[in-house]
Nanobody, 115 residues
Framework: QVQLVESGGGLVQAGGSLRLSCAAS????????MGWYRQAPGKQRELVTT???????NYADSVKGRFTISRDNAKNTVYLQMNSLKPEDTAVYYC?????????WGQGTQVTVSS
């Protein structure tokens, strides 16, 4: 069983920055693909960014140039650095890991960007 524990959400003004963290428990999580998704009120969950075990990344067009995903494989932890935040970035952010074809999700962390 894999558990994902997220932290780092909060309230920030537009133009500000936040850094999210997600720690995956268990050695089975090592080097597995991980990502961040978000869900705004009344909207479907959407992909924000992903990172492979080797460090290859993918970003949604809406966050390119503003968000950066990274990982520390020794800690089984993935980070999301969010800069130049906009009110439309307001959402619950979820960490995801894919292990042998199964998705595991964190509990979510709220990010609110005020205008």
């Amino acid at each position: 069983q894999v558990q994902l524990v997220e932290s780092g959400g909060g309230l920030v003004q537009a133009g500000g920055s936040l850094r999210l963290s997600c720690a995956a428990s268990g050695s089975i999580a090592s080097l597995k693909p991980m990502g961040w998704y978000r869900q705004a009120p009344g909207k479907q969950r959407e992909l924000v960014t992903t990172i492979t075990g080797g460090g290859s990344t993918n970003y949604a067009d809406s966050v390119k140039g503003r968000f950066t995903i990274s990982r520390d494989n020794a800690k089984n932890t993935v980070y999301l650095q969010m800069n130049s935040l906009k009110p439309e970035d307001t959402a619950v952010y979820y960490c995801q890991i894919v292990i042998f074809g199964h998705d595991y999700w964190g509990q979510g962390t709220q990010v609110t960007v005020s205008s």
